[in-house]
C-alpha cells in the first residue's frame, strides 16, 4: 500500500475498492459543489461507478501511468488528486484533483499538490507538471499560483460541462522553476 503523509492531519493513499463507498458517499454529499466544474459527477451514480473508477486507476498505476490517489484528512477521505497520465518521452504530466464541500479552505490541496508535485520531479524524474483549470474556478486556479507554476495561456472551449464548454487556463512548472523555487 502507498502512504505519503503530507503533515499530521492529512496523507495521500492510493485508491483502492476498500474506499469505494467512502469515495461514492463523498461525491454524492458535494454533487452540487463538484457538478460546477467537474463532467463526471452526473455519471457517477452508485457505489458501482465509485468501483468502476477506482479499478481503472488501479490499472493506470499497474501500466506506471500515473495514479488516483486518496486525500484524508484526520482518517476521512476529503477528495482525489492524481496524474491524468504520463508522457514518457517528453517526462510531462498533468495533475487533476478535487475535494469534497465540507474540506474546502483547509490548504488540504495546496498540500497535496506540493507532495505530487515533488514526486513527479524528484522521484519520477519529470521535466514538466501541468495544471488545467476552467477560467472561472478561482479557488482551483490559486492552487497553481500558490505553488509558482506560470500560467500559460487559454485553451478556448477546452472541456464540455453538461450544457456548456469552458475554457482552461493551462499552468506548468518545469522542473529548472521548481529547483529554483526550493533554492528561494
Known amino acids: 500500500?502507498?502512504?505519503?503523509?503530507?503533515?499530521?492531519?492529512?496523507?495521500?493513499?492510493?485508491?483502492?475498492?476498500?474506499y469505494a463507498d467512502d469515495m461514492f458517499q463523498l461525491i454524492d454529499n458535494s454533487r452540487e459543489h463538484l457538478r460546477e466544474w467537474l463532467p463526471w459527477v452526473d455519471f457517477?451514480?452508485?457505489?458501482?461507478?465509485?468501483?468502476a473508477f477506482i479499478e481503472g486507476t488501479m490499472k493506470q498505476w499497474a501500466a506506471n501511468n500515473g495514479f488516483?490517489?486518496?486525500i484524508f484528512y484526520k482518517g476521512e477521505l476529503a477528495g482525489v488528486i492524481g496524474?491524468?497520465?504520463?508522457?514518457?518521452?517528453?517526462?510531462?504530466?498533468t495533475i487533476g484533483y478535487w475535494?469534497?464541500?465540507?474540506?474546502?479552505?483547509?490548504?488540504?490541496m495546496t498540500g497535496a499538490c506540493q507532495a505530487v508535485v515533488d514526486y513527479c520531479?524528484?522521484?519520477l524524474k519529470l521535466n514538466r507538471v501541468e495544471i488545467r483549470v476552467a477560467t472561472?474556478?478561482?479557488?482551483?486556479?490559486?492552487?497553481?499560483?500558490?505553488?509558482?507554476?506560470?500560467?500559460?495561456?487559454?485553451v478556448r472551449q477546452a472541456e464540455w460541462i453538461y450544457d456548456?464548454?469552458?475554457?482552461?487556463?493551462?499552468?506548468?512548472?518545469?522542473?529548472?522553476?521548481?529547483?529554483?523555487?526550493?533554492?528561494?
Open 68 to 70: 488516483q490517489a486518496g
Open 164 to 184: 456548456h464548454f469552458v475554457d482552461h487556463y493551462i499552468y506548468g512548472l518545469i522542473h529548472e522553476d521548481f529547483n529554483k523555487t526550493k533554492l528561494d
Open 121 to 123: 520531479f524528484n522521484d
Open 1 to 18: 500500500m502507498f502512504i505519503h503523509k503530507i503533515n499530521e492531519d492529512t496523507e495521500l493513499r492510493l485508491l483502492e475498492m476498500r
Open 136 to 154: 472561472g474556478n478561482e479557488k482551483s486556479a490559486a492552487i497553481p499560483e500558490r505553488l509558482c507554476f506560470q500560467k500559460e495561456g487559454c
Open 83 to 93: 496524474l491524468h497520465n504520463i508522457n514518457w518521452q517528453n517526462k510531462s504530466t
Open 44 to 51: 457517477n451514480k452508485n457505489v458501482k461507478d465509485s468501483q
Open 99 to 108: 475535494l469534497g464541500d465540507a474540506f474546502t479552505g483547509k490548504g488540504l
